[in-house]
């Protein structure tokens, strides 16, 4: 006797065929070519979970953990224990072509290499080229690999996209005393034979159709790093990723960099090598590519400038043929805001002038995320919409009228004034706390950079103040001050300090090495110093 059944997929796609007596709804499936993701065959691991949307069954075994009593209420099934008793159908909350193809595939491969990161995380590699065909698996699924020597098996999510060599990656939690864990960690070496079965698993990249949120834990970041992979080649229509990852201790990073690499590597490689691991640069907006980078321990060899350099996440800006010479503009802008006094991040400029490193402004040291919002979303206005006037108000309100705070407000447009920086727009300033409901305060300085010595900017300011988007006047400036509430000595002081700081820095910058070959510190001197109101006869180019 046979029933016939139909299973209904996520993309509307239906299989349907006929199930023997007694029959196993999964080894049925199987039979007729449809490769229902599965694991345990046990009713444990909820791979093959459906529900019945019509029709009488029966399941031999179901793990109390897997599905409970309000699951089975729901008629939710486990296919690898499922006989159906009647003609019947089924719905499965993914897409028909998870379960086309050849279906999962043994593979023999040999270990190429395994590295330690840590006591709790490893990264094994495996090169499975002898294999006579691709093996295809969707980004975020995992394999099943027979530990060496033993006959147990343990999952892992492939880091990686497929490809065409078979090269496989994952990280691996350490185990005080796993099976896997003891074999990579006492007996593992290079060539040794494993095997493996893949892919498995109902976890994996869907359609990119809007902004993506990744939460990923210790070694689970395997599976998002494949995701990655993933998007960093298909672009996925520019939707913003965010990648947020947590480990329980700084030294189980994984894949991250050290901070004397970053500096001290050619950048061009570099940076594309970081926007390939990290594939971050769609989520951090602004006019250079940027990479936000893992630092994977403290750094061996420290820059002299700094002799702390705690363990943190960095970002990673650089430079491209639009804006020649913009990493080390950025560096000059910075340095001068530190030389003043105002509150700005640790940052850095590699050794070839290329890229500009800083550290995360939204963390604590110990790398606890701080809130921020961004003026843009505070005042609700696009990035060059609006004027320095709202965002005063916003930084009056958001900080319940803290002086303090309207002070620093006040340093930080006059030193874009000073240093003819066009781009203090509404998403370059914002508002940190660790609490929402506790105190707030304006962010540090960060994104400075002298947009007055490219021609194809349009020489003005990014937001208007007192109705003009022309740099102002000192007198004007003076008179913003005064809409703060600060006093004139005080706000004099603040511009004086700025000068004092701007000259003491490009005295210092003309004799760095990388400042020495170009003309990019007589230019940078010649838009800051030039006197007066700069005519405004370009156009405006949007960014
Ligand atoms: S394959 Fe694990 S519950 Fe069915």
């Known amino acids: 006797m046979t029933h016939k059944v139909a299973l209904n997929f996520s993309d509307g796609k239906t299989a349907f065929f006929d199930v023997h007596s007694n029959e196993l709804l999964l080894d049925a499936a199987l039979r007729n070519g449809v490769n229902i993701p599965l694991d345990c065959r046990e009713g444990v691991c909820g791979t093959c979970q459906g529900r019945c949307e019509s029709g009488a069954y029966t399941q031999d075994y179901v793990d109390e953990e897997t599905l409970s009593e309000d699951d089975l209420a729901q008629r939710k099934m486990l ?12 719905y499965f909350d993914f897409d028909s072509s998870l379960c086309q193809g050849g279906g999962t595939l043994n593979v023999s491969a040999r270990v190429e290499a395994v590295e330690l990161v840590s006591e709790t995380t490893a990264i094994l590699r495996i090169d499975a080229g002898a294999h006579d065909r691709r093996i295809d698996f969707l980004p975020g699924q995992y394999a099943r690999l027979k530990v060496p020597g033993t006959d147990e098996w343990r999952s892992y999510s492939f880091a990686h996209h497929p490809n065409e060599h078979n090269k496989l990656q994952f990280l691996i939690r350490l185990l005080p005393d796993g099976a896997m864990s003891n074999y990579l960690r006492d007996r593992c070496a290079t060539g040794d034979a494993i095997e493996f079965e893949a892919p498995l698993g109902t976890f994996y990249l869907r359609q990119v159709e809007r902004p993506l949120v990744m939460v990923a834990g210790g070694t689970g970041l395997s599976a998002f790093l494949g995701m990655l992979d993933d998007i960093s080649e298909k672009k996925c229509a520019g939707y913003p990723v965010q990648l947020y990852y947590g480990v329980t201790h700084a030294r189980d990073l994984c894949e991250g960099e050290r901070l004397d ?23 951090i907006s602004g006019v250079q590519p940027k990479a936000v980078v893992p630092l994977a321990a403290e750094a061996a060899s420290r820059p002299a400038e700094h002799t702390a350099l705690p363990l943190r996440t960095v970002i990673v800006k650089a430079e491209g043929d639009d804006f020649p010479g913009l990493a080390r503009n950025e560096y000059f802008c910075m340095s001068v805001a530190k030389e003043a006094a105002l509150e700005v991040p640790d940052f850095w400029l590699s050794e070839d002038g290329k890229l500009f490193v800083m550290s995360r402004f939204d963390r604590e040291a110990n790398g606890t995320p701080l809130g921020f919002e961004d003026m843009s979303v505070l005042t609700g206005k696009a990035k060059y919409e609006g004027s320095y006037e709202m965002i005063a108000k916003a930084v009056d309100i958001y900080t319940r009228s803290d002086p303090e705070q309207k002070r620093r407000l006040f340093e930080r447009i006059a030193l874009s004034c000073l240093l003819r920086d066009g781009d203090a727009h509404m998403k370059n300033l914002g508002i940190l706390y660790i609490d929402p409901t506790g105190p707030r305060r304006l962010a540090p300085v960060f994104d400075v950079v ?17 109705r003009s988007k022309t740099f102002p006047l000192p007198a004007e400036l003076l008179a913003f001050a005064r809409r703060l509430e600060l006093g004139a000595a005080a706000s004099e002081a603040i511009m004086a300090r700025l000068q004092d700081a701007y000259h003491t820095v490009a005295a210092r910058l003309a004799s760095d090495r990388r400042f020495g070959e170009d003309d990019l510190l007589p230019r940078i001197r010649r838009a800051v110093e030039r006197p007066g109101v700069k005519p405004v006869t370009r156009p405006k180019v949007v960014r």
């Open 261 to 283: 690499e970053l500096l001290s590597s050619p950048s061009g490689r570099l940076f594309e090598r970081l926007i390939d691991r990290y594939a971050l640069g769609s989520g």
């Open 79 to 90: 296919s690898c224990q499922t006989r159906v008793q009647s003609d019947a159908s089924f």
């Open 450 to 466: 002298c947009t007055d010595i490219y021609p194809e900017l349009d020489g003005r300011m990014a937001l208007s103040l007192n």
